[in-house]
């Protein structure tokens, strides 16, 4: 079966940079998307950012011209710069195949200290 592995989350100073990681695993399918979700303390998961199989990317506003999605053929990246108090939240990866379904990550937690 298909597991996500993130990684690569921690505490950081605001200003600071890091880099999630998220690795597949199982079968190899057809994919639709690939990207990131965060969920922050008493809010709602959003869409941190997403890039489609034709590679076609979308951001969050609140990350634009900070975070940096990528990926190679098992594994999805986030490079996160300059990063602020309100990026503090559980990052989760997630894969949508093209049936219409989504796998998620077990999420990673980046805390920015102000």
């Known amino acids: 079966h298909v597991q996500l592995q993130a990684s690569g989350g921690g505490l950081v100073h605001a200003g600071g940079s890091l880099r999630l990681s998220c690795a597949q695993h199982?079968?190899?399918?057809?994919?639709?998307?690939r990207g990131w979700y965060r969920q922050a303390p008493g809010k709602q998961r959003e869409l941190v950012a997403l890039i489609s199989g034709g590679g076609k990317i979308t951001y969050a506003d609140s990350v634009k011209g900070r975070f940096v999605v990528d990926r190679d053929k098992s594994t999805i990246f986030l490079q996160m710069h300059d990063l602020k108090f309100e990026d503090t939240a559980v990052y989760y990866c997630?894969?949508?195949?093209?049936?219409?379904?989504?796998?998620w990550g077990q999420g990673t937690q980046v805390t920015v200290s102000s």
């Open positions: 199982g079968p190899a399918f057809s994919i639709a998307a």
């Open positions: 997630i894969i949508d195949p093209v049936d219409g379904s989504r796998y």
